[in-house]
């Protein structure tokens, strides 16, 4: 695979391509614009599919792309992948046809701009991923910001502007202070070795003083925590995916959550490998907080989306965890955990998106017994909610487990936290499913359908991806602790 | 001689065309406007591909007061582009509004020629000259519609500041001849160097710097500009918030960084204070704002301040120039952008725009709302837009040289104008229309200023997605 073929380039230009392809089609003809969205989409998995083959585990990056840019300030155009970015890459491309299939079925209203706009995200997204220029990384890192933006605020709900400016606005202020971080960091480098870059790679070999490394940490963990989101900064989440589409939470909870952890596994702890271990407990501290504050908000909550909108609050905060352990265990559950999460957290955003299109209706009291007329769906809401909160066999289990692990051997006092969280995880879950799918079917949803065929369709690889993580975790593994080694020696030391 | 008019080449052939114009206006009152704006972006087409060989020779003609160097030529590239942008722009609006046109071509090209006397004198009477060429141009320009009300006052607001602000550099230039005994930068370099900081040179500085600060509109020397903007036509607006800001930038770099480098320890701090104001008191200014151009205006004021960034870091890096000039040559296609663009949507809805009256205007006019979209994030310097890298660059440099609080400042003040700018976008596409759309429905009737706003887009796509041959080209603008 390694020829000349930009296979990197093609995932993240590719759905730009689609979207000009879309401008193209007349605004009539819906069902090509459907079909176009389709391929596209396809046609990045298919490419992301030969990359996962590809790829071999082991350290370094391959698959990288490398033409100058702007080399008055040496920026680069520098794409490549590790066994972090890989997953990531190839979890955005998965959903990328699972949304449209999703949203074929259930949109209607200006579809060119709309899956125009979910090809953008998948863009911004995939780049965010395989950027290996912190230019180029942040380019992609706001890009992304304005079709998220557009999603929310033109097919949301009713408080949509709200919600869209506010997600908008606190990612930029974050964003903002990682600049300006990474321009410390960058004259820094440039002056300590001669060579002015913002080579990824090359600014995480120097290392920087303490108090340097202490302002760029909490320069870049501003724009990284507002991004998982951790508590305090995590109002914008709930606002962000109640009001968005179905698909917008898809790819919001799916994959854009993992652009802050992503951030820290990348910059954070290779970069300040110090400020990171001082500033841990800190870290720990407010990751705590999430999981639990997370997990007791989902439990008071009626509506549905923001039930899980919190469970992801919750979940993320377990992924920090697991950053911040500095071991190794706690390394690999934390990304194995952001794939799990990305996986069943996009399919139960999927399953209300489904009840929803039915009964128009988010309201928990006001569902309950869909067993009866939809079991089809009610068996898999109730298999992602299991997924969710850590059923063994399943991608989610694999995940927490190694995260708690790893939190135990760095902190027991941290570890009893998180298990708090996994009890309550348990505990809004079942609640949720026992209102939802058993019990009385109220009358006027009598006539409710079954899922159809596109819907089990977008449902079907998820479900599978969950069972074999779950059963086999071990290739998901061994691609991962490929990557730790370089991306974490200094800070393990 | 014969070196002396190729190094004047591009400005004697700006005046010919201006005299051509005043001929032909002459001969067709009132006629043929179209046929003066061609001459017009002719001419400052030629004075483009002039410029490289007037920079050949320039350093021995006019005994020293010219400059043609590189800083001189990239600075001039920006002049041209904004006075070319800002005529297509206006060729439509002003034929339809005025009876006359052809004044304002005549107008628009001699406040070029002012501009660029400016960026190229390296005597401080000389620039002086150039400043009052260009600011009398704009004085008649702010009033072209003087029939409204608003534009007489917003040129008289513009004739009374204006006249205070030279005025000031006037008194500031005579303290230094006192002092010194010469106006030219050269001599002042060598009477700065290593000595003693003299009171009445430093004196004359500071009335030289509010006398810029005015004319550039750095606060608390702005408030002019707003109303000023407002009232004036829209596309001499544009023009008024771009040209005058290229070509002061360029004579703030030059007097200061070129001429006293060596006391930049008394004038940075200066130039430093009035940028963290006029970020601040620009952005503040703009978040207040109703009207979509008086928010463009206060918003041109807060990229003063931004651009003040990479003038104080000259100081300490004289290569920061390169920065500034890339953010101008940015600013140009941007701003000019956002004005025609406006200037459309003032025509479609027949009066002043305030952001509400925007509801719904990017779904029926897709081009035209993503046109403007556009602009408006580049503004507020989210990628992939020119405006990215310009304040990218800038910050970078600022950062280098020693003013991260700076720098923070103006990392503040680019959050606050995201807040401005995103209110317009999504207005544009988030609001539900009106009940009501009386639209004026002018297709086709507008296609110079179409050709502008394309220009000004691909430029700003452009110098955003593959800066590199913008970012070489003001790198080589450097202090001769």
């Known amino acids: 695979m390694e020829s000349g073929f930009p296979v990197l380039s093609f995932l993240v230009f590719g759905p730009v391509a689609g979207a000009l392809a879309l401008a193209l089609v007349p605004a009539a003809q819906v069902r090509l614009q459907r079909a176009v969205a389709l391929a596209t989409t396809l046609a990045v998995l298919a490419v992301a599919l030969q990359l996962w083959t590809g790829f071999v585990p082991r350290g370094g990056f391959q698959f990288e792309e490398r033409l100058s840019w702007i080399p008055a300030i040496g920026a680069e155009y520098h794409l490549g992948v590790d066994g972090l970015s890989l997953l990531l890459v190839l979890l955005s491309a998965l959903l990328g046809p699972v949304v449209v299939l999703f949203s074929m079925e259930h949109v209607r209203q200006r579809e060119r701009a709309y899956y125009a706009a979910l090809l953008m995200l998948q863009a911004g997204l995939t780049g965010v991923f395989v950027a290996l220029d912190f230019v180029l990384f942040y380019i992609f890192w706001e890009a992304m910001l304005i079709p998220m933006f557009l999603l929310i605020g033109i097919w949301g709900g009713p408080r949509r502007i709200y919600a869209s400016v506010k997600f908008f606005l606190y990612t930029l202020v974050g964003s903002l202070l990682m600049l300006a971080a990474a321009i410390a960091v960058y004259w820094h480098h440039g002056s300590r070795t001669g060579v002015y870059t913002f080579d990824i790679v090359q600014l995480a070999q120097t290392s920087y003083p303490g108090s340097l490394q202490f302002w760029a940490f909490l320069g870049f963990f501003a724009a990284f925590a507002v991004k998982v989101p951790l508590v305090p900064v995590h109002t914008w989440l709930p606002d962000a995916h109640v009001e968005a589409p179905t698909a917008g939470s898809v790819v919001l909870a799916g994959v854009l959550l993992k652009m802050g952890t992503y951030g820290l596994m990348r910059f954070s702890l290779p970069l300040f490998p110090d400020a990171s271990r001082e500033l841990a407990p800190f870290v720990l501290t407010l990751a705590v907080i999430g999981i639990i504050y997370g997990a007791v908000l989902a439990l008071a909550q009626d509506d549905l989306k923001k039930l899980i909108a919190y469970s992801s609050i919750s979940h993320l905060g377990f992924v920090v965890a697991g950053i911040f352990s500095f071991d190794p265990r706690g390394e690999a559950g934390a990304v194995l955990q952001m794939i799990g999460h990305g996986l069943i957290t996009g399919a139960l955003f999927l399953c209300v998106g489904m009840v929803y299109e039915r009964t128009h209706q988010r309201s928990i009291p006001k569902l309950g017994g869909l067993a009866h007329r939809l079991p089809v769906y009610a068996t898999l809401l109730a298999f992602f909610a299991l997924a969710s909160l850590g059923l063994p066999g399943l991608a989610g289990f694999v995940g927490e487990f190694l995260i708690l692990i790893g939190v135990f051997a760095a902190s027991p006092a941290f570890a009893v936290g998180t298990a708090v969280g996994i009890v309550l995880g348990a505990a809004y879950l079942l609640w949720m499913l026992q209102r939802v799918i058993f019990g009385t079917l109220p009358e006027q949803y009598a006539g409710l359908g079954d899922l159809t065929a596109l819907e089990l369709l977008a449902l079907a690889p998820l479900v599978a991806l969950t069972i074999w993580i779950g059963v086999a975790p071990r290739p998901f593994l061994a691609v991962i602790e490929s990557a730790l080694p370089a991306l974490l020696s200094r800070a393990w030391q | ?480």
Request: contains cysteine.
């Open chain 2, 1 to 480: 001689m014969n070196g002396m008019a190729t190094a004047l080449a591009p400005e004697l052939l700006l005046l010919a065309a201006a005299l051509l114009v005043t001929a032909l206006e002459s001969i067709w009152p009132s006629k043929g406007l179209r046929l003066k704006a061609a001459v017009g972006l002719a001419a400052l087409a030629g004075a483009f591909f002039l410029l490289p060989g007037a920079a050949s020779v320039a350093p021995d003609a006019l005994a020293g007061m010219w400059a043609g160097d590189a800083l001189a030529t990239v600075f001039k590239v920006a002049v041209l582009v904004a006075a070319a942008l800002s005529l297509l722009i206006a060729v439509e609006e002003i034929g339809a509004r005025s009876r006359a046109g052809g004044e304002y071509v005549i107008l628009l090209l001699l406040a070029a020629v002012g501009m660029m006397v400016m960026i190229s004198g390296t005597d401080l009477v000389l620039i002086f000259l150039g400043i009052e060429l260009m600011a009398v141009s704009f004085y008649v320009l702010a009033g072209f519609t003087w029939f409204r009300e608003t534009s007489a006052e917003g040129a008289l607001k513009y004739v009374i500041t204006g006249l205070f602000a030279s005025a000031l550099l006037l008194y500031g230039l005579s303290l230094v001849y006192g002092a010194t005994g010469s106006t030219s930068l050269g001599a002042l370099a060598g009477v700065g160097r290593g000595g003693e900081a003299d009171a009445l040179v430093l004196a004359g500085l500071a009335f030289l710097a509010c006398g810029l600060a005015f004319k550039m509109g750095a606060a608390p020397f702005q408030m002019w500009m707003p109303d000023v903007l407002e009232g004036a036509p829209t596309p001499v607006a544009g023009y008024l918030a771009v040209g005058p800001k290229i070509a002061v930038m360029g004579v703030a770099a030059r007097v200061f960084a070129g001429g006293f480098p060596d006391w930049f320890q008394l004038w940075g701090p200066v130039w430093w204070s009035l940028a963290a104001l006029t970020i601040l008191w620009g952005n503040l200014a703009a978040l207040a704002q109703e009207s979509v151009k008086r928010m463009l205006a206060y918003s041109s004021v807060a990229h003063v301040g931004y651009l003040l960034v990479a003038v104080v870091a000259t100081g300490r890096n004289p290569a920061a120039t390169g920065p500034l000039a890339f953010y101008l040559l940015a600013y140009a296609f941007m701003n000019l952008g956002a004005f025609g663009t406006l200037l459309w949507f003032e025509r479609a809805t027949g009066a002043e725009v305030t952001w509400r009256d925007l509801a719904g205007f990017g779904r029926r006019r897709p081009a035209m709302g993503a046109f403007f979209a556009l602009f408006l994030l580049s503004l507020a310097g989210i990628p992939p837009t020119a405006g990215f890298p310009a304040k990218f660059w800038i910050f970078l440099e600022g950062w280098q040289a020693g003013y991260g609080g700076l720098v923070l400042v103006a990392l503040l003040g680019s959050a606050i104008g995201a807040y401005y700018y995103l209110r317009v976008v999504y207005a544009l596409y988030l609001l539900p229309e009106p009940e009501t759309t009386a639209e004026v429905e002018r297709r086709g009737e507008f296609s110079w200023l179409a050709y502008a706003v394309v220009l000004a887009a691909v430029g700003t796509l452009v110098a955003g997605v593959v800066p590199s041959f913008f970012v070489e080209l003001a790198s080589r603008a450097i202090l001769g």
